[in-house]
């Protein structure tokens, strides 16, 4: 089998984390396998290096950022390399360029364009453990680019795509993606399967193992990810395309997302372009709106509501004031959270929805907004009900058993 | 003018002393001229990547250390070339790929080959400061590779070479080469003119400033050198090729070198070909032999003299003992020391060595071995004498003047 790895910030935080890592890719290798290893920098090198810069501009060039921070993985490849070549194993360390990841010219948020794949296949040929920098590319200039937070984890999973590896296999501190955030439930349980379109949806919970743009890339290039922990030698979670399994689950997790705030206008004009007038004003200011629904309209009126990140309340109270002529009232509330069911389950299920908003009405937790879509179900609710209504649900769909 | 400035480890050893340097760059081009500015790592960095590597091998490969080793670099050109945007300069930073540095295919200790100085005159074109990572190039496959210790000034003396740059400044924390060790001879006096062969004479005194491996290449493509302080704003001491104002000098410096044992063999057989199979068996034994001497033969014997590291004392003994049916007498000490006096004056001078050699005498320094070139006169002494025959020949050629 050809495997990707890919060991993140904390997995390499140390030199003796490293060494246990090149342990890990050892027995990888015993096993028989032919693999790719992309690794991060160590743990709080990129934040040191993004201070270094801070010293001398808030807003450094970012033709130098990408410099900078991409030493910070080069680092970490060529340690390992060296450790495993200690312990008697044939590994070469490659840079973002040596590793053929071309990206747009985007510096500090580049996309990768494509992979050749070309320079590693032949090292792979030739018996050895390929080791990359992550997180790095070049443009068509030949510049060093960044792919940004989370962009090794897209190192791992493009050369994974264009490989047609086997797997992909995530490594970080934790051991999987779980139910639920087991600090807020301790009987939340590791799930075995996921589907991409699930861990989408369930960033929050997924958050701390795999952004949204490396699931999203997975999707597209079909590549199976395992999340596991470099600590721990548990399976996992795989992630990967919806399968009839996943399907008989109706529920596959709830996650909380207290960082919602509430916009509700009452008794908007509804003529044609109104809400699209204001939700591109709030873009235009970098106001990120989440949830928006709007009820149907009664007398020539709407109502529209909507959520914002909290910090982002008091610039869309600016945008929404001056369309103060379009709207009878405006009603805001900072105190809520967004609790979400998300399950492919529920495509083929009916009932699901019924029944959490029977468990929370059992509950006396009052829900002040509804969405859903075809995997999930989202309400929001007082902010103080937010973790009990994730105990409620998670016990109402059984995610414990 | 176009310069080619070099800051040491030393220099940008911190965020403020990066700041400071920045401040220098930046009054070079107040004055009008245009710079290309290579940097070494922030002081430590090296070596602690180093420290890194050893701790998972004591021999690491020498292709991922360069990958390891070429990231403090490019640390220090990123960071120094945004605080020179952050000051309203147009300043761009580039890596030893980026800046057309090729060299051979030796990992760790390259040498440069070319420099495709394209991409650089470019940049300057355009009117930016140009910053180049030091100490770091690609080899033909396009892999990193280090130039090896002192690599930056080798990269800011090739560069100055290939750009035809009128000046290459070379900044550390000394000012300056001075006549002799102020250490030993307080009244040493700073030079303001030194040839390159004077300066290779005198590496002992200039180590702390340039290695001889990059006068050796700035002699070779006539770069003129100005070794700086970046501490101060001292005119620093030029290096260059030798003129009358430096002829005109007798002696421009005293130099000591503690770390010398003497072998002496007596009555060694004047048959061809001796000398060379003693010297070519301790060259196997990666023995550095420095000064050699040979009496003239008598009856058939000849003396032969030669000088060694301390530390390598040992393994020439067990060498010259392979040796004995072919001499009479061996006589070791290792508590030698080699006192050397330079000057491109010799060359059409005569009576220095007379002088010399009375000033010992008056001294009652016994002088052991005794080797002269045509700029410069070294003499193996007792190692305890060794300070005290350098402050007696420094005021025997008046060099506190």
Partial sequence: MLIVQ???GTSVGSLERIENVAKRVAKAREEGN????VVSAMSGETNKLIDYAHHFSKTPSKREMDILLSSGERVTASL?????QEMGYDAIAMTGRQAGIKTDGTHTYARIESIDTSAIEERIKEGKIVIVAGFQGINEKGEVTTLGRGGSDLSAVALAGALHADACEIYSDVDGIYT???RIEPKAKKLDYISYDEMLELSSLGAKV????????????GVKIIAKSSFSDGPGTIIAEENEAMEAVLVSGIALDKNQARVSLRDVEDRPGIAAEIFNRLADEQINVDMIIQNASKEGKTNLGFTVPQSELEAAKKVIGSFEKDFGEADYDENVCKVSIVGVGMKSHSGIAAKAFSAMAENNINIE???????KISMIVDEKYGELAVRVLHETYELDK
Same sequence: chains 1, 2.
């Fill in 210 to 221: 795999l952004q949204n743009r490396s699931v999203e890339l997975a999707k597209k290039m």
């Fill in 6 to 8: 890919k060991y993140g």
């Fill in 180 to 182: 639920t955030d087991p």
């Fill in 34 to 37: 032919d693999l790719v290893v």
């Fill in 80 to 84: 390992l390399a060296i450790a495993l």
């Fill in 369 to 375: 907004m509804i969405s859903t879509s075809e995997i």
